[in-house]
Structure formats: structure tokens, C-alpha cells
């Protein structure tokens, strides 16, 4: 990376730990876990949040009110993301949050699926990406899914879409390949070697879970490997052809192969909870961007760093918020918390 | 003589453009950085400013050189 590239580098990265030095502080989970449902939205209000709480407070409602300030507040620090940032920073941060417009497209047709109503999907709709959330509005009141995909005609992600037979599940994963592929496409062009390995290190987790996810389901070799998602750093295609034969025993032993293993290594295959896995492949992500990222601090992984830990904020508090309402017990949502 | 001084001139010169040059250069991104810093947080301005000053001493070690040159080999 040249001094160039270095100084562009500079006012996104320091603006982007500033934002970061602002974030609920790890030690306020446990805390959130002893209050109300009107205190933690208060503490959020005084936080970062107010102005979407004041915002919505009009609209919404108790943990409703939370909820659609998370997702307005985490749609905004996204879309500042891409304002602030130039050259090669923004095209790269452009790219990786249209993972946010794939989650809205599966949201969407999740919804239309299952007959949800359009306040229900939009609730769920966080527009990080390139959707806006007018666009996707107008798209949530078409009432069937072939209506819904052809409203995305003039979109990339459209050529995943057009072969909608009334499958969800194989045009979602369709969704994620293109996707990766478009990243990986996007990041080689730039030469942004950094990037590639962060974003490789994040396709082995996703193929990780996928893979325990499936075996679980108890899904055939060919269908395990159909979905996984090529382009990862350490699983690469001839270990899927290999950890999908296996039994979920022996899977997990062959993990020991891998760096993630530490990862999981106190795991048993049948026993641990697939959210207790998930959680553990997440934290390892988070544990390694913020590692990697002060490795390299005049890089885009400290963006990527904070990208990543604004997401698991978000999920923390919705996780503690929507345990709270169903008074779950404590160190059940505590588990689920990525810390 | 006249050459000699006028050498020493030129040497005081480039003592302080290079100088210069090197403390731009060091500045830029740590402006660049206190800016952005700042853009989020006002608190950060005396930090900010404090460390976009640091590489000045560059110049200064540039200018006493210069200096050096003309009121020691110059006199």
C-alpha cells in the first residue's frame, strides 16, 4: 500500500474509530440484563440512538420502538459509511454492505412466502446497501413473489432471481453465490489484498455454518456441497466433496484441521446448540477482524472491523430486548450474546 | 568569498525546503486523520491539533541547520 493509498485511508480510519469509541460498551450487556425494557431504551436513547428513538417514538412502541431504532440506526451508520469514504474505500464498502440489499431480497420473498404482512417484513428491513428504503417500501406492497422479482429486473441481482420455480431456499443461495463471487471479483480488480483475506476468512465461517447447519438437517453430500460458497481461505472445494461425506462425528473431528478449530474445539458435535456454534464461529470473526485490523490500521480493515462490530450491537441489544419481552431467563440470552 | 557564500545560501535553502517538504508530508495524514476524528467528536480537536504539529519539528530542525549555515560557516 502506498503513502497515497495511506492518507485516504487516514481520515476514514480515524473517523471510523471515533464511531467505534462510541459503541455500547461490551460491559453493559450483563448490565442491560438487570434492567426493564424502559430503562435499556432509555440508556439507548441517551446513547447513539436518540435521535432514531425520538424519531419513531411517535410510531412505535416498547421493544417495537427498539427494534426499528436498531435497524434505522444501523441503516444510517452504513449509509454515512459510503458518504464519508472515497476512492477505493467507498467502492469497496459499497460492495461489501450489498449484503445488506441480499438480506432485504430474502427478507422480502421470505415474507411474500410465508404471507406476512408488509408492516411485519418491513420490520426486518434494514436498507445498508444500494435498496433504498423507499424503493424497497413500494416493492413490499407487490403481492406476489414473481411480481417482487420483477421488480428487481434492473438490478445485478436479477440474473439470480429470473429462475424463481417456487423454490426459495435454492434462489437464496443463489443470492449469497453471486454475491461472494461479485466481492471477490470486486476486491481482486482493486488488489486490496487485505481485504481478500478478511473477506476469505468470512466465506469459511459462512461455510462453517452452513455446513453444521445442514449436516443437522440431515441433508444428502450433493445438496451440502450445491450451497457452500466457493472462494474461502482455508475450506476450499475438494474439503467440502470431504467434510459433507462425513458423519457429524467425524466432521467435527476433521475440523481439527483447521485454524477456526480453537474456535470450537470444546464443541460435541451432537450435543452443543447450533446457535451456541454460530455464536462461537461469530465471535472468532469479530476477535479477528479487530485483530487484523490493528495489524494493519491504515488499511480498510479497521472499517470492516467496525462494520462487523456495529451488526453484533445491534443483534446484542436485540437479542437482550426481544428475551426480555418473552422473559426468557438470563443466562439464556446471556448465551446467545456475542461478546 | 562570494561563491562560498553563495553556496552556503543554497545549502540553507534546500536545508529548509527539504525540511518542509518531509514535515508536509508527515502532516498530511495525520491532518487528514485529526480531521476526521474531529468530524465525529469535537473533543478530539487539542489532541488533533497537537499531533498534526509533531512532524513541524522536522522544519525546525531544518531551519536551525540553515541558520547553523549562515551564522557559523557563513560569518
Same mark, same amino acid.
Given at each position: ?41 432509555? /440508556? ?112 445485478? /441481482? ?182 | ?75
Amino acid at each position: 500500500m502506498g503513502v497515497s493509498n495511506n492518507i485516504k485511508y487516514a481520515y476514514i480510519v480515524a473517523r471510523v474509530r471515533a464511531m467505534k469509541s462510541k459503541l455500547i460498551p461490551r460491559e453493559m450487556y450483563p448490565k442491560f440484563l438487570n434492567m426493564e425494557i424502559p430503562e435499556i431504551t432509555r /440508556y439507548i436513547e441517551e446513547s447513539g440512538y436518540k435521535k432514531d428513538v425520538d424519531e419513531l417514538g411517535k410510531k412505535y412502541r416498547g421493544t417495537d420502538l427498539i427494534e426499528h431504532a436498531l435497524n434505522q440506526n444501523l441503516a444510517l451508520t452504513y449509509r454515512k459509511l459510503i458518504e464519508v469514504s472515497q476512492d477505493e474505500a467507498n467502492y469497496l464498502i459499497t460492495e461489501y454492505l450489498r449484503s445488506w440489499d441480499i438480506w432485504n431480497i430474502k427478507t422480502i420473498l421470505r415474507g411474500k412466502f410465508s404471507g406476512v404482512s408488509e408492516d411485519e417484513i418491513l420490520e426486518d428491513v434494514v436498507s445498508g446497501g444500494q435498496l433504498k428504503y423507499r424503493d424497497i417500501t413500494e416493492i413490499v406492497k407487490i403481492g406476489t413473489i414473481e411480481g417482487v422479482i420483477a421488480s428487481f429486473a434492473k438490478t445485478p /441481482y436479477y440474473k439470480a432471481l429470473e429462475g424463481y420455480r417456487g423454490d426459495l431456499a435454492r434462489i437464496e443461495n443463489a443470492l449469497d453465490l453471486l454475491y461472494y463471487s461479485n466481492l471477490i471479483n470486486a476486491v481482486t480488480s482493486t488488489g486490496n489484498k487485505l481485504f481478500l483475506k478478511f473477506l476469505k476468512t468470512e466465506i469459511d465461517l459462512k461455510n462453517l455454518k452452513m455446513l453444521f447447519r445442514m449436516k443437522r438437517a440431515g441433508m444428502e453430500r450433493d445438496e451440502i456441497i450445491k450451497n457452500l460458497i466457493p472462494g474461502g481461505m482455508e475450506l476450499k472445494e475438494s474439503d467440502f466433496v470431504r467434510l459433507a461425506s462425513l458423519s457429524m462425528g467425524d466432521f467435527v473431528r476433521a475440523l481439527e484441521e483447521y485454524s477456526y478449530w480453537n474456535a470450537i474445539s470444546d464443541i460435541s458435535g451432537e450435543l452443543t446448540s447450533l446457535r451456541d456454534i454460530e455464536m462461537r464461529l461469530d465471535k472468532y470473526g469479530l476477535t479477528y477482524a479487530s485483530r487484523i485490523s490493528y495489524y494493519y490500521p491504515l488499511s480498510i480493515l479497521p472499517i470492516l472491523d467496525y462494520i462487523l462490530s456495529k451488526k453484533i450491537e445491534v443483534d446484542n441489544v436485540r437479542i437482550i430486548v426481544r428475551g426480555k419481552e418473552t422473559s426468557l431467563p438470563d443466562d439464556i440470552i446471556k448465551a446467545h450474546l456475542v461478546m | 568569498m562570494v561563491v562560498d557564500a553563495g553556496f552556503i545560501a543554497i545549502g540553507a535553502g534546500i536545508a529548509v525546503g527539504l525540511a518542509g517538504i518531509g514535515a508536509g508530508m508527515g502532516e498530511q495524514a495525520i491532518g487528514a486523520a485529526a480531521v476526521g476524528a474531529m468530524a465525529e467528536d469535537e473533543k478530539f480537536f487539542g489532541k488533533g491539533l497537537l499531533m498534526t504539529v509533531i512532524p513541524e519539528s522536522i522544519a525546525i530542525f531544518g531551519l536551525v541547520v540553515a541558520l547553523i549555515l549562515l551564522f557559523v560557516f557563513g560569518a
